[in-house]
């Protein structure tokens, strides 16, 4: 019996310690930072077919935030929009999202997410992860939102026709352009809309597309673009 009450004790003191080094090193309570999703991969209806994930392996990457920087195993989720850690013991959390001035940048590509508010075409303000397209210290910045989404399951029409299985599909990444600190907006696909944004400079831009050939509607043409806004 005094056994196990020793062997209780001192599984409690290691977990109480790790606890404590995990929340050392947020600089936060670790519940109040992190949520658990447990052990297993959370994509566990094998009914559906494709992925959550644009990657679904863990990699390095520095997060940023009022509480300082930290290294941390990450991946991506998509579907859900969430930024998920991977601890030395497996476990999987992700980050909360009521978190100030949150960036996370993968080690080996330079990545750069950032927790940021952005209008939504029809469902109002959001606030979840975009990827910097411009330099992180620009004014003006150019976003891109990578993005899973479900398709249902179908079922088969007539005798000949197949049922399609509930399957992850990647949409085309959508692009958002933030002034200062404003609610970043969907980039329009349309130099009118694009003019709109910047009515003090609107005909400096409007000859620069013009003398460029830009195109708008193209991720080249808008870092293009928005590049040269940030200089005026």
Do not use: C, W
């Not at 790790?18 to 052990?39: C, E, H, M, P, T």
């Not at 989404?149 to 599909?169: E, F, G, R, V």
């Amino acid at each position: 019996m005094k056994k196990i009450i020793f062997i209780s004790f001192v599984l409690f003191i290691t977990l109480t310690g790790f606890s404590s080094l995990l929340a050392q090193q947020s600089g936060i309570q670790v519940n109040d930072k992190y949520r658990l999703l447990g052990n297993a991969n959370i994509e566990n209806d094998t009914s559906i077919q494709g992925s959550q994930y644009l990657n679904k392996e863990f990699v390095l990457a520095r997060i940023t935030s009022d509480d300082g920087e930290k290294i941390y195993s990450i991946r991506y989720n998509a579907y859900l929009d969430v930024i998920e850690l991977q601890d030395e013991n497996h476990k999987i959390f992700s980050i909360n999202k009521s978190i100030e001035n949150l960036i996370i940048t993968v080690i080996n590509t330079e990545e750069a997410f950032e927790l940021i508010e952005f209008q939504e075409k029809d469902s109002g303000v959001k606030k979840g992860y975009l990827t910097h397209v411009t330099p992180i210290a620009n004014t003006v910045k150019l976003f891109k939102r990578k993005k899973i989404k479900l398709t249902d399951a179908k079922p088969a029409t007539n005798a000949y026709d197949k049922p399609k299985p509930a399957s992850y599909n990647k949409i085309p990444d959508q692009y958002y352009i933030k002034i200062g600190e404003n609610i970043a907006v969907l980039a329009s696909k349309k130099k009118k809309d694009i003019l709109k944004l910047f009515p003090k400079n609107s005909n400096v831009i409007s000859d620069y597309i013009k003398s460029n050939k830009i195109k708008v509607s193209k991720e080249e043409g808008l870092l293009k673009l928005i590049n040269f806004i940030n200089t005026l």
